[in-house]
């Protein structure tokens, strides 16, 4: 048995090292047989930057005080008569603790994230901090069997890695009831996009969090698509009570990408881009140039395709000779034909609900070659030079 020697009787844990210790082993009595109980001792202090994990349950009702360091109960300390969290010390854990006041230090429940037990009444001084860490999918929270004042303490909420992120998290709850309030602005590691605020209700501590894009963080504000798909995502967010958390850090340039409006635009511009090329290389009225002021074709046909001078059927048969043709003088032959059509256009797609798209304009230019046809070229040129009968 450990009995208090001395002119001290606290039982103290303390040092710079970390340690657990079995409160199970604490009696405000001895009995005959102990052996390695702890009795005698008229309180029960942790002391020392070090980091003390409570286990066990506790039957003593000896005051329990937090006077440097970090104590962490994952046991029950439930019969104590007072737990006391001093200035600049922390108070977690997820097991269970009696009566409770935070006098300047901090409450943390849970070992990450998790539930720590107040088993009777919790008082926060106001330079008392309450800090709570969220997850996407829950939080730290306390609950009080009998009243929780709040007493204007500062919340610090830090939020764990995680894709989405919900509209409201319960981070207190008290059987007896919630006096007062905790004070704000709230302080997070949220994107800045996020706003937070606290609520109480009779029985319940809230943490809220709100969606707003607007300035001040973004100096002259933001345009009309990028002011829509803000207010999209705020509605969104608020009638729904949760969205991904990446759309929290959207700024003034990314609010345009989620717009959707660069796809869809760079997508319609080449469909207009690819209509406009197609109807100048297959316009049929648009004519060859040969040299100054071509004849103009004798047929409806694509301008490119048509022939200077068309000839009946009997001239083909005519350049039949019967002996070689005369020779004549090397004659040049144009074979390939450029011209050019200038194209362009511009689109206007109206709103739409929420969403507007501005005017797009698409301009190129095309060359177009054209082969002649030299077998037909050459035809003609021979039934023109061939004699003809009479």
Same mark, same amino acid.
């Not at 709850?173 to 006096?179: K, L, Q, Y």
């Not at 709230?186 to 605020?197: E, G, I, R």
């Not at 005017?359 to 698409?362: D, L, Y």
């Given at each position: 048995m450990v009995a208090p020697g001395g002119a001290s009787n606290i039982l103290a844990l303390g040092g710079a090292s970390s340690g657990s210790f079995d409160v199970s082993k604490v009696v405000d009595t001895a009995t005959a047989g102990m052996t390695d109980e702890y009795a005698g001792f008229t309180g029960f202090e942790k002391t020392g930057s070090s980091i003390w994990t409570l286990t066990g349950t506790s039957s003593s009702a000896m005051p329990l005080t937090v006077n440097d360091g970090t104590l962490l109960v994952n046991g029950s300390t439930a019969s104590s008569s007072l737990t006391t969290v001093n200035a600049g010390e922390t108070l977690g854990g997820g097991g269970t603790v009696g009566n409770t006041l935070v006098n300047g230090g901090t409450l943390s429940p849970g070992n990450s994230i998790g539930t720590?037990?107040?088993a009777g009444d919790l008082v926060f001084t106001s330079a008392s901090t309450y800090m709570v860490e969220v997850s996407p999918a829950n939080s730290d929270f306390t609950y009080v069997t009998g009243t929780a004042t709040l007493g204007g303490a500062t919340v610090q909420a830090r939020f764990a890695p995680g894709s989405y992120v919900e509209k409201r998290y319960t981070i207190l #709850?008290?059987?007896?009831?919630?006096?007062g309030s905790f004070s704000g602005p709230?302080?997070?590691?949220?994107?800045?996009?996020?706003?937070?605020?606290?609520?109480t209700d009779g029985n319940n501590a809230y943490l809220d969090l709100a969606l707003d894009y607007k300035p001040p963080q973004y100096g002259n504000g933001l345009n009309r698509n990028q002011q829509n798909v803000a207010a999209t995502l705020e509605n969104f967010f608020s009638? #729904?009570?949760g969205?991904?958390?990446s759309f929290g850090a959207l700024t003034p340039r990314g609010l345009s990408q989620a717009s959707g409006e660069i796809a869809t635009g760079a997508s319609q511009a080449a469909f207009n881009a690819q209509t406009l090329f197609l109807n100048a290389l297959t316009d049929p009225f648009t004519t060859g140039a040969q040299g100054a002021a071509p004849p103009p074709p004798s047929s409806q046909a694509?301008?490119?395709a048509a022939t200077p001078h068309e000839s009946r059927l009997r001239d083909a048969f005519a350049s039949l000779s019967v002996k070689a043709p005369p020779l004549s003088a090397p004659v040049f032959e144009p074979r390939w034909r450029t011209f050019g059509s200038g194209y362009g256009g511009s689109a206007a797609?109206?709103?739409s609900g929420a969403m507007t798209r501005p005017?797009?304009?698409?301009a190129a230019w095309a060359a177009r070659p054209t082969r002649l046809r030299r077998a037909h070229r050459s035809a003609l040129r021979s039934a023109a030079a061939a004699p003809r009968s009479a």
């Open positions: 720590l037990t107040v #709850t008290a059987g007896g009831g919630v006096n709230v302080n997070t590691n949220l994107p800045a996009n996020f706003k937070s605020a606290l609520a009638n #729904t009570g969205i991904p958390l694509m301008g490119y797609t109206p709103r005017v797009m304009f698409t």
